[in-house]
């Protein structure tokens, strides 16, 4: 099958089957990519072990993290599956180990320096936005302007990851920068849109998140996502019961936001460092 009808006919067993834009554009770019390799390397024949040495060149030599890795083999799986109606090769029945990173969290102080920070209008709402409800990226890209309710002050975010709706909060302090963002840019149809109309970008938004965290000289890897962990950090360090945030967040497993109770400040400040019952000179 050449590589043109490959693509053609993934996208639409993808669309017909209900994936989200984005899944299908990973997909999509995934098998795209593969072709590629195969084009380049020569091969005219796919056996396991060639689908495996794929898989150690991502890995070893394009650095591909986990994520992409498991999208990866996603892709190559249906294409065996589905397309090819094909045996799938032993190598993409694989199972990768679980990394334990511990994500970035702001201070509340931190955040508010942040905020304090951009002088935009247009800009200080997208990353108040983000902070007050704790919405991913392209979730908050995808908002439409009727999805803001004012009166009961939440936010609705329609087909977030895995095709679900869900609600989420935002503060007083954001319905009044959202109200004078409105009346000043009056977006048609997304909550934020570009110069010339349409989605706003994604890049664009890392792009005002890089230069508020340097102007205010903060040394974390701050990014736009470390606004969503943040947001989760403080509602539990406040108070708030864990499966709400998990409610909010769009979190399928409790166990995912449950990495949360290992980073709040509340853990910690119960357990006094050994060092505090010394007493050192100066």
Do not use: C
Request: proline share 2%.
């Amino acid at each position: 099958m050449l590589k043109a009808d490959l693509l053609n006919t993934a996208k639409q067993k993808l669309i017909i089957r209900n994936y989200s834009d984005r899944t299908v554009g990973s997909y999509l770019s995934a098998i795209n990519h593969f072709s590629k390799w195969l084009i380049s390397e020569k091969i005219t024949k796919v056996t396991d072990r060639i689908v495996e040495n794929y898989l150690y060149d991502l890995k070893r030599n394009k650095k591909r993290s986990i994520s992409s890795m498991k999208q990866t083999v996603a892709a190559l799986k249906f294409i065996f599956s589905d397309i090819l109606k094909r045996e799938i090769p032993p190598a993409l029945n694989i199972r990768f180990r679980k990394e334990e990173k511990i994500p970035v969290v702001l201070s509340e102080s931190e955040v508010a320096q942040i905020l304090n920070s951009v002088t935009n209008l247009k800009h200080k709402a997208i990353l108040m936005t983000i902070y007050s409800s704790g919405i991913r990226l392209n979730e908050l890209l995808s908002l439409q302007v009727w999805d803001i309710d004012f009166d009961r002050n939440l936010i609705i975010v329609k087909m977030g990851k895995r095709k679900k709706d869900r609600y989420s909060v935002f503060s007083t302090s954001l319905k009044g920068v959202l109200k004078k963002y409105l009346k000043i840019y009056y977006p048609k149809h997304y909550l934020f849109e570009g110069q010339k109309g349409g989605r706003y970008s994604a890049s664009s938004v890392q792009s005002i998140m890089k230069k508020a965290v340097k102007n205010t000289g903060i040394k974390k890897h701050a990014t736009v996502h470390t606004l969503r962990h943040s947001f989760a950090t403080h509602l539990l360090e406040n108070g708030t019961d864990i499966r709400f945030i998990q409610e909010l967040l769009g979190h399928k497993r409790l166990e995912t936001t449950q990495i949360y109770t290992h980073i709040s400040k509340i853990s910690f400040e119960r357990i006094k460092s050994p060092l505090d019952r010394f007493k050192i000179n100066d």
